[in-house]
């Protein structure tokens, strides 16, 4: 079992920024790729990015060159730097972490950008 807490949502005007992070515990060993979604209400869970171990990122199109995904392996973290925050991206933001065919996920947190 792998948990996942997240931190960092909060209430920001358009053009604002936030970082959110998440902390991986439990079965954590080897852990390769770790990424965030999102859900806005009424809309399904969408892919945000990911950054699997070595470095490698992916993003989604609607967040490249303002999101940046990083992490920090030494503490099992991942970290999701927000710029130029639009209110289009108001969601509950998720982490998640797959392994051994299954998806972990945690409780997530909310951003919500104002006009």
């Known amino acids: 079992q792998v948990q996942l807490v997240e931190s960092g949502g909060g209430l920001v005007q358009a053009g604002g920024s936030l970082r959110l992070s998440c902390a991986a515990s439990?079965?954590?060993?080897?852990?390769?790729?770790m990424g965030w979604y999102r859900q806005a209400p009424g809309k399904q869970r969408e892919f945000v990015a990911r950054i699997a171990s070595g470095g490698n990122t992916n993003y989604a199109d609607s967040v490249k060159g303002r999101f940046t995904i990083s992490r920090d392996n030494a503490k099992n973290t991942v970290y999701l730097q927000m710029n130029s925050l639009k209110p289009e991206d108001t969601a509950v933001y998720y982490c998640?972490?797959?392994?051994?065919?299954?998806?972990?996920w945690g409780q997530g947190t909310q951003v919500t950008v104002s006009s």
């Open positions: 439990g079965d954590i060993f080897s852990i390769n790729v």
């Open positions: 998640n972490v797959p392994r051994y065919g299954a998806d972990y």
